[in-house]
Every structure is written in C-alpha cells, then in structure tokens.
C-alpha cells in the first residue's frame, strides 16, 4: 500500500520558516516528480494550487510565481522523503499544504490530475 504522510505544518508568525516533510512508502518515487499543492481556506472546491516540483532524481525545479524565492523544494531518494523549506512566509501562505507523486510522468507535471498519491495534508497558517 503506497502512502504519503506529511509533517512539518504549523502556526508562524509573518516572515517566519517552516520546514515540510513528505516520507513516500510502498513503493519508490525516484524516477517520477513529487510536487507540493496548497489549498486556501474558505476554497474546499476549489482545485489545489501548484506551489512547487521536483523532477526525478532531483535535476530540475519549478515553482509558483508566488512562491519564487521563498520556497525549496528538495528530496532524499535514498530516504523516499521529500521537502519542502519555506521562508519569509506571508499571511497568504496559509493553506492546507499536500505532498504529491506521480507515476504516470517522468518530467514535471503542473496540475494536480498528473498525480496519483496525495498525502493527508498538513496545516501551515502564517499570522501577521
């Protein structure tokens, strides 16, 4: 049984750090992206953003104008584990935040219908 599980969430004050983890079980991801979705409170229908992806093995990156910067996606293989490092965070960075991995692509892959292993979610909620 594959399974994503998330760590790291919490309560921070504006221009705080976070650091998010993402451990990957049941089967390896290493030849596939792994990507970081928000979703905004008050949008339960609304579909998950795009906040950051790393490709396979790590060679490339890509992140969300908003979050350009501020954000490091990066992951372990040897650990199945990916994070995500978060600086300089903002009010707007409150979200639901979910660990992501796909199976069907080999480069990075933007919409959340390209994944197919969500984690539970984790809450990070930025005070001003």
């Known amino acids: 049984q594959v399974q994503l599980v998330e760590s790291g969430g919490g309560l921070v004050q504006a221009g705080g750090s976070l650091r998010l983890s993402c451990a990957a079980s049941?089967?390896?991801?290493?030849?596939?992206?792994m990507a970081w979705f928000r979703q905004a409170p008050g949008n339960p229908g609304k579909e998950r953003d795009i906040?950051?992806?790393?490709?396979?093995?790590?060679?490339?990156?890509y992140y969300a104008d908003s979050v350009k910067g501020r954000f490091t996606i990066s992951r372990d293989s040897a650990k199945n584990t990916v994070y995500l490092q978060m600086n300089s965070l903002k009010p707007e960075d409150t979200a639901v935040y979910y660990c992501?991995?796909?199976?069907?692509?080999?480069?990075?892959?933007?919409?959340?219908?390209?994944?197919?292993?969500w984690g539970q979610g984790t809450q990070v909620t930025v005070s001003s």
């Open positions: 992501a991995a796909s199976v069907q692509l080999y480069g990075l892959g933007y919409g959340s219908s390209e994944y197919d292993y």
């Open positions: 049941g089967r390896t991801f290493i030849n596939h992206p």
């Open positions: 906040v950051a992806v790393i490709s396979y093995r790590g060679y490339t990156t």
